[in-house]
């Protein structure tokens, strides 16, 4: 292997554990503490500030895991129709989707900061209510599984 194909490894790796570690240190550990501020202002207004900091702290990192994940796919021949460059574009769907629903979630949390900054604290919850619910948990699995594969193609 070619020695500077470990810092692309390492930053693949990095942006993974950064994108998946935060949803999974948000939704497991967050978000159920933010649920004990009575506060309904309170409560939303920190939402807003953590999911805003989160989507912006991952943004890097899902830029650097895509340009990786495709470097390596080109350099390691994971083409044609072979066991190795199935899994391979299974792991392309896979970012694909979560990068899409990521999307989403901070389309969602601009929409909800613009809720809460018109007072709308109703439509403001409404708006964050399906990241927490299905949104995180979703990419969550998604990202556990895309690293399952790819930990198959480091086997190969």
Not at 16 to 37: D, K, T, Y
Not at 65 to 81: C, K, N, R, V
């Amino acid at each position: 292997m070619e020695s500077y194909l470990i810092y692309i490894i390492f930053f693949h790796i990095l942006g993974a554990v950064i994108w998946v570690g935060g949803m999974i240190a948000i939704r497991i550990a967050v978000h159920p503490a933010l649920q004990n501020i009575a506060d309904e202002h309170v409560r939303v207004a920190r939402v807003l500030e953590i999911t805003g900091r989160l989507f912006a702290l991952v943004l890097p990192f899902i830029v650097i895991l895509i340009a990786t994940g495709l470097y390596l796919a080109s350099q390691f021949g994971f083409s044609g129709h072979t066991k190795l460059s199935r899994i391979v574009h299974v792991k392309e769907a896979i970012w694909l989707v979560m990068t899409l629903n990521y999307s989403l979630m901070v389309w969602l949390r601009f929409k909800a900061q613009d809720a809460y900054l018109k007072s709308n604290l109703m439509m403001a919850k409404k708006y964050l209510a399906p990241i927490a619910k299905y949104m995180l948990p979703l990419n969550i699995f998604l990202g556990l599984l895309a690293i399952y594969f790819g930990l198959i193609l480091r086997g190969f």
